[in-house]
């Protein structure tokens, strides 16, 4: 790329200051000499000063020019290039320092700290980026790693039938545990970049939770959990149901999930006014504090006990799409005796 030699000072200038002074004192001195008499010799001795002093003007104005420039131009455009630079070869940590000069800020200082504010936006995605990529690496390798080691028993000689089910049963949790995190890998990013759009439609919440429950049947009965449901019949709302219904497997596969043998999962569907409220509690582990800030973000796992159980991607799923659906979600949690989750909609009129 071609450098601009950073002069302070330059012909072109030089001579565009000296045409206008000539202009301005040639015409400035045209209306003098016709309101007053002077005597032509004089004019003439006078001449030849003005024209120096024209020269001598032009110069430091240029000069005065060139200094103006590289203060307020020049430097915070080299500044901005060298960063902008910076960022473009991938280096997030670059930043420009914003100082104002004498004269003041500017709208070069205005694009500069427009700049450090992208560039910090651009770090975070960066360390996210990163953060997935590691993570997703994390989460695939494990599965694999059953799947591989699991393999190799099977070809041991002399392996019972009961051994072979065992293994082959492992195998294929491993199998289902990697298509899962593909799949919500796929959703999420599908959410995320807004490829999913809504497709609402009017129908009876209640009715969309009695179903969901249906395929966890399975997993209370084994478990011997409680179940206790509150659902109220008429509770409409305007929603995407295809979405929604990925709200709530999530939340009752979780419930059922963390809560222990013999537990209680409780699932309410009410009205209250212009909303409806949907419930999901259990009295599994619970979980803490600190934890529970972090419970929609991406592969967190704060129970570290039940990490094989999940992907840590189905509550950032939940928080997408509450997000897209216009709903509210809040959660208390207390270790030890349980979580409730509280989902807030707007119904709908009969």
Not at 67 to 93: M, Y
Not at 243 to 262: E, H, I, Q, Y
Not at 288 to 314: P, V, W
Request: charged share 25%.
């Amino acid at each position: 790329m071609h450098k601009r030699k950073n002069s302070l000072f330059s012909f072109r200038r030089y001579i565009l200051y000296f045409i206008v002074l000539c202009i301005v004192i040639s015409i400035s001195s045209f209306l003098l000499l016709r309101s007053v008499h002077v005597d032509r010799s004089v004019i003439g001795d006078r001449a030849v000063y003005v024209f120096l002093n024209i020269i001598f003007l032009s110069f430091v104005l240029s000069m005065l020019d060139g200094v103006w420039r590289r203060v307020q131009i020049k430097q915070p455009v080299g500044k901005i290039l060298e960063t902008t630079g910076r960022l473009a070869k991938g280096d997030f940590k670059a930043r420009i320092e914003v100082t104002d000069s004498i004269f003041g800020s500017n709208e070069l200082t205005d694009i500069s700290e427009h700049i450090n504010k992208m560039a910090e936006e651009l770090s975070g995605i960066e360390t996210m980026r990163t953060d997935f990529v590691s993570n997703v690496s994390h989460e695939i390798k494990t599965p694999l790693a059953v799947i591989n080691n699991y393999t190799e028993l099977l070809k041991e000689p002399g392996i019972t039938d009961e051994e072979r089910r065992q293994y082959v049963e492992a195998i294929s949790q491993s199998v289902n545990r990697l298509s899962d995190l593909v799949t919500n890998i796929l959703r999420l990013n599908k959410l995320e970049n807004q490829q999913i759009y809504p497709d609402e439609k009017k129908y009876d919440l209640g009715e969309q939770l009695c179903e969901c429950l249906v395929g966890f049947e399975k997993i209370w009965e084994e478990k011997n959990i409680e179940l206790e449901t509150d659902i109220d019949d008429d509770v409409l709302v305007e929603k995407d149901p295809s979405l929604l219904t990925l709200v709530w497997n999530n939340l009752l596969s979780n419930a059922f999930k963390f809560t222990p043998d013999g537990g209680k999962v409780t699932v309410v569907v009410k009205r209250a006014g212009d909303e409806a409220v949907v419930t999901v509690g259990d009295t599994g582990c619970g979980i803490s504090a600190e934890s529970g800030k972090h419970i929609f973000d991406k592969f967190y796992q704060g129970d570290t006990s039940h990490a094989t159980r999940g992907n840590g991607l189905g509550l950032a799923l939940v928080k997408r799409v509450i997000e897209i659906s216009g709903a509210r979600i809040n959660v208390s949690s207390e270790v030890g005796k349980g979580t409730t989750i509280i989902v807030r909609l707007d119904a709908s009129e009969p």
